[in-house]
Nanobody
Framework: QVQLVESGGGLVQAGGSLRLSCAASGRTFSNYAMGWFRQAPGKEREFVAGISWSGVGKYYGDSVRGRFTISRDNTKSTLFLQMNSLKPEDTAVYYC?????????????????????WGQGTQVTVSS
């Protein structure tokens, strides 16, 4: 079992920044890839960013590339998402997810079905 708890969401003006955190517990955090997804009202959940178990491999969705940075601290079992230059269209509930079924996997998963544990989500609202 893996438990994931997100924090750091809130209300910010367009152009501002937020840093999301995801605290993991349960299985060895450093063994598996992690990702961030988001879901806006009336829209499907979409991939935001993913990171390999080692932190070396990273992948970003087209809409956030160059503005968001994913990172992890395996010593603290924590995943981060630094979000800069925020836009109103970034408004959504942000979820962290873990792919614990493929420890030490060679790639960064991007599809929802590749992740088997999810947090409860944290709301990010960007005002114009």
């Amino acid at each position: 079992q893996v438990q994931l708890v997100e924090s750091g969401g809130g209300l910010v003006q367009a152009g501002g920044s937020l840093r999301l955190s995801c605290a993991a517990s349960g299985r060895t955090f450093s063994n598996y890839a992690m990702g961030w997804f988001r879901q806006a009202p009336g829209k499907e959940r979409e991939f935001v960013a993913g990171i390999s178990w080692s932190g070396v491999g990273k992948y970003y969705g087209d809409s956030v590339r160059g503005r968001f940075t994913i990172s992890r601290d395996n010593t603290k079992s924590t995943l981060f998402l630094q979000m800069n230059s925020l836009k109103p269209e970034d408004t959504a509930v942000y979820y962290c997810a873990a792919d614990s079924r493929r420890p030490y996997g060679p790639s960064v998963p991007r599809a929802i079905q590749e992740y088997n544990y999810w947090g409860q989500g944290t709301q990010v609202t960007v005002s114009s």
